[in-house]
């Protein structure tokens, strides 16, 4: 059983900054590749940033240069930095992970953390 677990959400103002951090536990063996999404009211979940093992990074074009993923392999950790926020980033945002365990690979989702930015 893998379970991943957010932290960080919470209410800033337009111009603001938010840490999300997500850990994973449970029976691991490794971890792939980690990312961040987000879901608005009324709109699909859709890939903010990700992180591979070896710190390869992608991020969607409207977080670029405001975002940062970072993530910590020996605490299965993974961190969204987000900085000079937007209204339009208000949603609610979930943790990633391909966990491998006992030589399955599990695609594992955190249960969402709100983030809202006021204008």
């Known amino acids: 059983q893998v379970q991943l677990v957010e932290s960080g959400g919470g209410l800033v103002q337009a111009g603001g900054s938010l840490r999300l951090s997500c850990a994973a536990s449970?029976?691991?063996?490794?971890?792939?590749?980690m990312g961040w999404y987000r879901q608005a009211p009324g709109k699909q979940r859709d890939l903010v940033a990700a992180?591979?093992?070896?710190?390869?990074?992608n991020y969607a074009d409207s977080v670029k240069g405001r975002f940062t993923i970072s993530r910590d392999n020996a605490k299965n950790t993974v961190h969204l930095q987000m900085d000079s926020l937007k209204p339009e980033d208000t949603a609610v945002y979930y943790c990633?992970?391909?966990?491998?365990?006992?030589?399955?690979?599990?695609?594992?989702w955190g249960q969402g953390t709100q983030v809202t930015v006021s204008s």
């Open positions: 449970g029976s691991i063996s490794s971890i792939n590749v």
């Open positions: 990633n992970a391909e966990v491998v365990s006992a030589d399955i690979l599990y695609d594992s």
């Open positions: 992180i591979t093992t070896d710190a390869s990074t």
